[in-house]
């Protein structure tokens, strides 16, 4: 899997230099509405390698390569998952160093609140590459870009108030975070099987 990643990797880093510039530029940018939609873009990276790879014909030249059908799928999971991760480090980072600015106290509810938009971006990135599996990228647009606009304008209305609501709620934010981890979790794990399925019909 470490050589599919390298591959979509390199390819995206030719391709779409300015888009990754933009979702580092907006991850480290304080504010928790900009990490959102720094998020919601990384976790549309993995369909960009996938439209790279319909163009290219990658899928049979796959077939002539040791790797199987779990390794191709879950490889655009993986990258989904390390630009999330990435941009969430990256926001979470930028709050600490705005409080340490302003001398003021990094709250919890921060870190809370980036993770749980963290979730919501692979949440969609689980429910979005079945689809691209199934139709194809082109032919799976109009479903993502659907998907896209309401997780991101929830994204931008969830983001500045989530840390506020989470401080005000009585709920305990780590059972908050714990299940909404948990759930996340289990999407992605259908997801993963359902592509997979998927794929090994289209192939």
């Known amino acids: 899997m470490k050589a599919l990643l390298l591959k979509d990797f390199y390819t995206l880093i030719k391709q779409i230099k300015i888009y990754i510039i933009l979702i580092l530029i907006f991850a480290s940018i304080p504010g928790y509405s900009i990490a959102a939609i720094a998020m919601v873009y990384a976790a549309m990276l993995p369909i960009t390698a996938l439209a790279y790879d319909e163009r290219s014909k990658w899928n049979s030249l796959a077939l002539m390569m040791p790797y199987s059908d779990g390794s191709i799928v879950g ?56 689809f691209m599996f199934k139709f194809g990228v082109e032919k799976g647009r109009l479903a993502f870009f659907a998907l896209i606009i309401i997780m ?52």
Do not use: H
């Open 152 to 203: 991101t304008g929830a994204g931008m209305l969830l983001g500045d108030g989530l840390a506020g609501f989470l401080s005000e709620s009585y709920v305990n934010i780590v059972t908050a975070m714990f299940a909404a981890v948990v759930f996340t979790l289990v999407i992605n794990l259908i997801s993963i099987a359902i592509s997979i399925r998927i794929y090994k019909k289209r192939v």
């Open 75 to 130: 490889s655009k999971y993986v990258l989904g998952y390390i630009a999330v991760a990435c941009a969430a480090l990256l926001s979470i980072a930028a709050q600490i160093v705005m409080s340490l600015i302003k001398n003021t106290a990094f709250e919890i509810e921060g870190i809370v609140s980036v993770i749980l938009v963290a979730c919501v971006a692979t949440v969609m990135l689980a429910v979005n590459l079945p």
